[in-house]
Structure formats: structure tokens, C-alpha cells
């Protein structure tokens, strides 16, 4: 997180670098990415038709596409993605709403995060697997705790990485708006949001890779619906095209939200130059 | 009260600081009094860690001195002051009209109204064009013709200037000493510069102030008697090369009386 403020706070500007496009049209760092997402397909398909491999444990690519024409064709796994998708949604927006205010108040006043610091810690250090039974106690089995075990995975990222972001809030820029006299709430609008920013936004991509953690993890542990359920109730059924197919959904959409915060972050930061 | 048309009284001034590390009591600035009269431009130069820029913070009221006073004088309308500061000091999220804006914005000015009042501004400081750029787009010149452009914009009684081209290289920072020149003529700000480049404070004065190194005192106060306006083949003149010899003698005593410390930074 240092690294990404002090090239956009302190280092010298240099002027966008645009990436390097091949055959005028796909970007060169998409091209790649899927030469190398395809690559390892065609080698697990190879491997398991080679009998490197057991497609009994592990599947292969055509027998995850079997199983997902099978259950989406039947509409078995809609349900599963639809409620894993809300799990995720709810507790990642109320991580959101309730983490950014909350890291720019802590930042702010040197005092409430000397006070709240040791306590974010040690959540931070505890696993949310272990607060797992304490939180179906509190919730019960239902969605509810799933949200409640998203949140939780989500929310202290957020809110140490907002905290961190304003108190990076370069001196320079302090001291201007204080030269000019600006008023505290000026000062928090015009150089602590727009500096803490970068940070935000890292804690953004992090908490949300979290938050899917938090959703397979509690589904794992009590649930009968939902993706995580899916892949290890076929676990336990050794359907390993399912339980590939369920794993595939998973990392497909930490990929999908991974791009589009990538550009949210692009939109916030045209004055930031960008650094591949 | 400010008496006499004096635009800034500085009395007795001392600054003190502890060095976080050795944890010992540092001085600063020994004691320092400067008075300016309206519409005067004074340089102040030193060897670095000489405490000039400290000097403008404490005018600017970004530090508070140990001891003694600063007045200011009190403006009709605008404010009573503002600083140009060192290089890359716009904010790099606002446009080069917001960041000219901003100092009115401060003052409760609406949005709207202050991007209207900045335009001339940034026509002057010859910008126009450039307005709806980010800091990153502009080269360091152009910056701080909008760093100046940003202090001007609140109608200043006193500008202070903290080494505002040291950052520049050598052909862009002559040039901006000539636009700094021009816009002076036309708007007759009280300006209090500070910089270590001998020939850029004599370029510019109408009093260059001669400090010590640290603990930092003035042990010259030097009229600068050329015509203006002034145009950059001055510096060739004779009387300018004599003007730099004196200064020049004056502080490399200092620099060879800490015993080589030079090159330590501010």
C-alpha cells in the first residue's frame, strides 16, 4: 500500500503509459492472460486423456463442461450461484458502508484508533473460520449469518486500509490547506479523501477476494444452498465435475469483480498516471 | 498595528526545535528582525539549513515561532497572505482550475464564483488553455506559474515565496525569474522570496537579506540598486556581477565557518 501512495503522491509524473496493443485491437495483457488460462486447460485435458491424470479426482475441462451444460440446463445450480451471489453482496456492501466512514472517523482522531487499533488487530489476526460457530450461535444457520461472516471477512481490511490512507495524507498538502486557511471539513474533502484514495480502493480489491472467502467458507460449515455447499456436498458425492465446475464459478467472478473495481479504479484516478 | 506602510513587521524572531533522534535542542533561527514595506520585493538567501524557509512558514503561520512577533498587514478585501510553495505542491487531484481556485474556495467563495475569479488569474500567469489539466499533464513550469497563480487568486497583501523555482532547470527557472518580473509590474504584490540562488535574489530585489548559517541570523540587509523593469541581460552587467561578488563573500565566509558542512540539506 506505501508503494502505491509514494509513486502517486511523492514520485516524479510521468504521463500515462498506454499498454502496448498487438494487431491494433486486444491489449497484449488480455491476450496473454487468456494464452495462459487456455494453456493450462489444454494441458489438463491432455493429461487426464494421457491418463497423467485421474479424471475420477480431478475431472477435466470437458467433463466440467458436461456437468455445467447438465445443471444449468436443468437449472440445478442457479439457485446456488443466485444465493452465494446475495451472501457476497450484502455482507461486502455493508462491509463498504459501515468500513470507510469508519476508517476516515479512526484516522481522523488519533486517539479512537489508539484506542480501537489493538482490538482491529487482533481481529485482523484471528481466522473468521474460528468465529464461524460463535456467529451460527448469534444468527443461526440461515443466510443471515452468511452475511454476517462475509461482513466480518470484509470490514477490517477496509476500515486499516482507509485509516492508513488518511493518515498517509502528505504534510505538503496539509500545509497548503492550512496556508490558505481551509476549514477542517475543506481539508478532509479536498486532501484527505482524494489522498487515502489509492488506499481505499487496495483495500477495496482485497476485501472483496475476502468477502468470497467468507461466502464459500460459511456455506462450507452449515448451509444447504449456495455454491460452497454445492462443491462439497459433490465432494463428498465424488463428483469432481461439479466440484470443479463450482470452483470455476467461484474464481470466474473473483476475476469479473477484480476488473471491474480495476475500473472504478481508473475512473477515480485520472490524475494519477498509470503505473503498470 | 503596522505603521509607516510597512506590509510585514518581523520582531525578534527565534525558533527552536527538538532533533527527534538526538533528542537535543536545536536553534534554528538566532534571532531575526525584518521589516518590509508595501510593494517592496526582498529576497532573502542563505546557505541551506540557514532557517529562510523555516522563516516563511513562520510568517505563513504554518509554525509558530519560539519567540517573537509577525505582523502582517491587514488587507481590504483579499488576504493578508499567501505562499507560492516549493515545487510539486499542487494537488494532483484537481484540474489546474480547481487547484488556482482553491485558495477562494478556503475563503467560503462558491465553487462556481472562484473557477470565474481564477480565469484571469491563470490568463496571466499565461496558462489560458491549460486550465482543465492535471498537474501530471504540465511541465514544472507551467506548475508553478499555477502554484503562483493559486496565491494570487486570494488578492494577497504579502506573497511569500519559498524557493519557488528550485526545482527547475536552469533555463526554465531564468525564464520564470523574467515572468515572475512581469507579473510583479502588473500586479505590485509585497513580495518576501526566498531561494539560495545568488544571482535569481538579485534578479528579482529591491533588498536581498543575507543570512547566516544555522543558527540562522541576518548579517546583511544589500539595496539593490538597478533600474527596472529589469530584463535578463542585467545579470551581465557589471554592477550586477558586483552585487553577486558581495553576496557571494558574505556567505561563503558562513559556509567555511562550519567547517565543510555544506552539503548538508536544509
Known amino acids: 500500500m506505501a508503494v502505491i501512495s509514494s509513486s502517486s503522491v511523492a514520485g516524479r509524473q510521468h504521463p500515462p503509459i498506454r499498454p502496448r496493443r498487438l494487431s491494433g485491437r486486444i491489449p497484449e495483457r488480455l491476450l496473454f492472460g487468456v494464452i495462459g488460462f487456455v494453456g493450462v486447460l489444454v494441458l489438463w485435458e491432455i493429461s487426464v486423456r494421457l491418463g497423467l491424470l485421474k479424471s475420477s479426482l480431478i475431472s477435466s475441462p470437458t467433463g466440467v463442461i458436461a456437468a455445467a451444460i447438465t445443471d444449468f440446463g436443468n437449472g440445478a445450480i442457479q439457485p446456488h450461484i443466485g444465493t452465494s451471489f446475495l451472501e457476497w453482496l450484502v455482507g461486502f456492501a455493508a462491509a463498504l458502508v459501515i468500513a470507510i466512514p469508519l476508517g476516515f472517523a479512526l484516522g481522523s482522531f488519533r486517539r479512537a484508533e489508539f484506542v480501537v487499533d489493538p482490538l482491529l488487530a487482533a481481529l485482523y489476526a484471528t481466522p473468521t473460520v474460528a468465529l464461524v460457530p460463535l456467529i451460527i450461535l448469534l444468527f443461526g444457520v440461515g443466510i443471515q449469518s452468511k452475511f454476517a461472516v462475509v461482513f466480518l471477512e470484509a470490514w477490517v481490511t477496509l476500515t486499516v486500509s482507509t485509516i492508513n490512507g488518511v493518515q498517509a495524507a502528505d504534510k505538503r498538502w496539509l500545509d497548503i490547506a492550512q496556508s490558505f486557511r481551509a476549514s477542517k471539513w475543506l481539508t478532509f474533502r479536498s486532501v484527505t479523501v482524494p489522498s487515502s484514495i489509492p488506499f481505499i480502493i487496495t483495500g477495496i480489491r482485497i476485501a472483496a477476494g475476502r468477502a468470497l472467502v467468507g461466502v464459500v467458507v460459511a456455506e462450507f460449515i452449515a448451509s444447504n444452498v449456495g455454491l460452497g455447499f454445492y462443491i462439497s456436498v459433490n465432494g463428498s458425492f465424488l463428483n469432481a465435475s461439479r466440484v470443479m465446475l463450482g470452483i470455476l464459478l467461484i474464481g470466474g467472478f473473483g476475476i469479473f469483480v477484480g476488473e471491474i473495481i480495476r475500473r472504478i479504479e481508473r475512473r477515480f484516478e485520472a490524475w494519477r498516471p498509470a503505473i503498470n | ?266
Open chain 2, 1 to 266: 498595528m503596522l505603521t509607516g506602510g510597512l506590509a510585514l513587521s518581523a520582531k525578534e524572531i527565534r525558533m527552536e526545535y527538538r532533533d527527534r533522534q538526538t533528542r537535543q535542542e536545536l536553534v534554528a533561527i538566532e534571532k531575526m528582525d525584518l521589516d518590509i514595506p508595501e510593494g517592496q520585493f526582498v529576497t532573502i538567501v542563505g546557505p541551506s539549513g540557514c532557517g529562510k524557509s523555516t522563516f516563511a512558514k513562520i510568517v505563513n503561520g504554518l509554525l509558530p515561532a519560539t519567540h517573537g512577533t509577525i505582523e502582517v498587514r491587514k488587507a481590504a478585501n483579499g488576504r493578508d497572505h499567501a505562499m507560492v510553495f516549493q515545487d510539486s505542491s499542487l494537488f494532483p487531484w484537481y484540474s489546474v482550475l480547481s487547484n488556482v481556485a482553491y485558495g477562494l474556495v478556503c475563503q467560503g467563495v462558491s465553487k462556481k464564483e472562484a473557477n470565474e475569479r481564477a480565469m484571469p488569474l491563470i490568463r496571466l500567469v499565461g496558462l489560458d488553455g491549460f486550465e482543465q489539466k492535471y498537474p501530471y499533464q504540465l511541465s514544472g513550469g507551467m506548475q508553478q506559474r499555477a502554484n503562483l497563480a493559486r496565491a494570487l487568486t486570494v488578492d494577497p497583501e504579502l506573497l511569500i515565496m519559498d524557493e519557488p523555482f528550485a526545482a527547475l532547470d536552469a533555463q526554465t527557472r531564468e525564464l520564470m525569474q523574467a515572468e515572475l518580473l512581469r507579473i510583479w509590474s502588473t500586479s505590485k504584490k509585497t513580495v518576501l522570496f526566498i531561494t539560495h540562488q545568488i544571482d535569481e535574489a538579485i534578479f528579482l530585489s529591491d533588498r536581498v537579506v543575507v543570512m547566516s548559517a544555522r543558527p540562522g541570523r541576518i548579517i546583511a540587509d544589500i539595496a539593490i540598486d538597478l533600474p527596472r523593469p529589469r530584463e535578463l541581460r542585467v545579470k551581465r552587467t557589471p554592477e550586477f556581477v558586483a552585487y553577486e561578488e558581495k553576496i557571494w563573500n558574505l556567505i561563503s565566509i558562513q559556509l567555511t565557518s562550519v567547517g565543510g558542512r555544506t552539503g548538508e540539506a536544509a
